[in-house]
């Protein structure tokens, strides 16, 4: 499986997210404690909002922690909405185009997981995505197909509700072709002001997922863990897996829960249930 992370806030340096923490996202990519693997060394990938009209991403089949060139953009890329990823590949080749995140228009996409039976039941699913979106697909990633339903179902008008309907359809897909259980997902997606996660299995175990309690408070707690006294208090992280063994500093993201978070840092949760389209 894989590793990601989320920011959104003041604009902060992506050096400070992702080699800077005690248990940074780099580091996962070789000591993973809460991942199926603990090596996630498949190719990475980084996206964030900056001059232009749609976000730029930096991938690379080159595991997280050796690649010189992430190091050197770290230290000079400054953001407000960071996507950070490291892969586990489920199967499908370690190149550039299934490297997270994705990118259709101004929304990223990335996606810790995978769907059972993916090569069974494909063919089906990419059928389903709409023929105008069909053409921007990639890679052969069973998260670029779940991203591009999602779109397909409305993603840019009310993206949990779009992805309740594609991961309803996986749903029913697997179910005819006689897989059971087949979403294990954690996943983010965003628009460039906002920022939702799901965390949804149909086996009723989901990856793990945090989010940041409130920077403020975990500043005046912790005056000796100096990444805090850099980030704003609008600023809001999600990981798959906390930077430091701090248990004040996160909070779980309940099973089969949604939430999002603005620009302003304010966020909410709900309950995610998958719906038959």
């Not at 900056?50 to 050796?66: C, I, M, Q, R």
Request: one cysteine or more.
């Amino acid at each position: 499986m894989c590793r990601w992370m989320t920011y959104s806030g003041e604009p902060v340096l992506a050096d400070d997210l992702l080699f800077r923490p005690v248990h940074s996202l780099i580091d996962q990519a070789l000591h993973s404690k809460l991942g199926a693997t603990t090596t996630n060394g498949d190719g990475f990938g980084i996206g964030w909002y900056g001059e232009g009209d749609v976000p730029a991403l930096f991938k690379s089949t080159e595991p997280a922690w050796n690649d010189e060139n992430l190091r050197e953009l770290a230290g000079q890329i400054r953001t407000g909405l960071l996507f950070a990823h490291i892969r586990a590949s489920t199967g499908t080749p370690v190149q550039r185009s299934n490297c997270h995140p994705f990118r259709h228009g101004t929304w990223m996409w990335m996606h810790n997981g995978g769907i059972t039976g993916f090569p069974t039941i494909k063919r089906e699913l990419v059928g389903a995505v709409a023929p105008e979106l069909y053409p921007h697909i990639e890679g052969s990633t069973d998260s670029e197909v779940l991203f591009y339903l999602a779109l397909t179902f409305g993603l840019r008008d009310d993206p949990p509700a779009a992805v309740e309907r594609a991961v309803g359809l996986v749903e029913e897909v697997a179910a005819g072709a006689g897989i059971r259980h087949p979403v294990q997902m954690t996943v983010a997606t965003a628009d460039g002001s906002t920022t939702w996660a799901f965390r949804y299995s149909s086996v009723g175990r989901s990856r793990s997922l945090y989010h940041s309690t409130h920077i403020g408070q975990l500043r005046r707690m912790h005056p000796e863990v100096p990444v805090f006294g850099t980030l704003p208090d609008t600023a809001r992280l999600i990981v798959s897996e906390p930077l430091r063994d701090m248990p004040d500093a996160w909070a779980e993201v309940p099973e089969s829960c949604w939430g999002m978070i603005t620009e302003d840092g304010r966020g909410e949760q709900h309950a995610f249930a998958p719906r038959r389209p």
